[in-house]
């Protein structure tokens, strides 16, 4: 596709690309010459190799967020860690309670998988976030009881990018002997993680967030002997039983890579991408009627949700053309509703709908920001002068 008529991709919160060096590190574990041999199959020396490609990448994971290697178990993504982490607990505690807590606000990985639990049985409590879109701990406080089962609540949010509080909610739920699991695919890579210092017993991760492969994430499940799942997917015993099928060696080592390129480069891409950010706000910031949601909140760095409410949010998409920006969340568009996390931080259903969510990564550049303040503040204003109610001046 020629440079010009490439999409600006400013996405990057629902997928990023895949990082080069990834790609190559995984090319090398596919071919008759590489190492694609089944890392179970310990009698010989390709499969005892592709093993020990399964346990650095294992290494890299837990090296980026200060777990212990046999703490990290690979799955196909974040939305099976969600529902593993989430089932896997009810299940092994269901003499214990039947009561979980998690927030309004977290990935429909969570919240359909809590209501599926409620139609079991189950019942759970959906803690609500504050107009900034923060999870007030002592709210979380007042939702613990002592038939509660597990806590769940993301790190940060994939829409806003507000960072949560999740050493002072964990905290409360040692105090009370409360396994605490949290969502931690928008953060990790972003924001430093140290499991060996957090009161978290169970973490969800994803690659394709990281600039690693769709498809393969993996669950942080503290070493506790009374810390039990159960499985979800039974079969040949591996991942210690927890997660049976034959592992997918290319994606785990694209994981383990892209997990190894965060640790090293991540605080630096974070501070750049975090200018970028911010210099674009500085410009749509004076534009009439628009609104930073979680402005006042701590903010991951790619995040940028902005309710351009003089006009409809998909008209202003229509009208960006070849700019690749979300209207709420990938997910939640697919199924075409208002964002139940703005709406959570009292948005109307059509300041919701009015809303983009603009997201930086890696490989953004200074002139694709440029680009994107200059077609955003163009489009706003024309649709904003022939909105009904207009009449207003808008700068840009
Ligand atoms: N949690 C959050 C916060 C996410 O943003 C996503 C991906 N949109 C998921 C979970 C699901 O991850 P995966 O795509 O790896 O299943």
Redesign the pocket.
């Known amino acids: 596709m020629a440079r010009a008529q490439r999409p600006i991709y400013l996405d990057y919160?629902?997928t990023t690309p895949v990082d080069p060096r990834v790609i190559d590190r995984m090319a090398g574990f596919l071919g008759v010459e590489g190492l694609f041999a089944n890392p179970s199959s310990v009698t010989h020396a390709p499969g005892r190799a592709a093993r020990a490609a399964v346990e650095e990448a294992r290494h890299e994971v837990a090296a980026l967020i200060g777990a212990r290697d046999r703490e990290v178990y690979f799955t196909s993504?974040?939305?099976e860690s969600?529902n593993l982490a989430w089932r896997g607990l009810a299940a092994s505690r269901r003499d214990r309670g039947c009561h979980l807590v998690t927030s309004r606000i977290e990935?429909a990985?969570v919240l359909d998988t809590a209501r599926a639990l409620e139609a079991e049985g189950f019942r759970v409590t959906y803690v609500p976030c504050n107009r900034e879109g923060r999870v007030e701990p002592e709210r979380v406080r007042e939702a613990l009881t002592p038939e509660t089962l597990l806590c769940s609540v993301?790190h940060v949010n994939?829409e806003t990018g507000v960072i949560q509080d999740i050493a002072a909610i964990g905290g409360l739920c040692r105090d009370r002997g409360i396994p605490f699991h949290v969502?931690a695919?928008?953060s990790a890579g972003k924001l430093p993680i140290d499991l060996s210092e957090l009161p978290v017993d169970l973490m969800?991760f994803?690659a394709?967030?990281v600039y690693g492969p769709k498809g393969i994430?993996a669950l942080y499940v503290r070493h506790d002997p009374g810390l039990v799942l159960e499985p979800l997917i039974r079969g040949g015993g591996q991942e210690r039983g927890l997660r049976a099928g034959t592992l997918a060696t290319h994606q785990i080592v694209g994981l383990g890579t892209a997990f190894r390129i965060a640790r090293e480069e991540g605080e630096a891409d974070a501070a750049r991408i975090r200018q970028l950010r911010d210099a674009l706000w500085e410009r749509l910031s004076r534009l009439d009627q628009v609104h930073l949601n979680g402005g006042g909140a701590p903010r991951a760095c790619g995040h940028l949700s902005a309710s351009f409410n003089a006009v409809n949010g998909e008209s202003l998409i229509f009208f960006l053309g070849n700019l690749a920006v979300a209207q709420g969340?990938?997910?939640s568009s697919a199924r075409g509703e208002p964002s139940h996390v703005l709406q959570a931080m009292g948005l109307s259903p059509g300041e919701a709908e009015s809303t983009l969510r603009i997201t930086l990564g890696r490989f953004t550049t200074p002139e694709e920001i440029e680009i994107a303040a200059e077609r955003i503040i163009q489009a706003y204003t024309r649709l904003a002068a022939i909105a009904p109610g207009s009449g207003r001046r808008h700068a840009g």
């Open positions: 919160a629902a993504g974040a939305t969600n990935h990985s993301m994939n969502d695919v928008q969800s994803s394709h967030k994430g969340s990938a997910c």
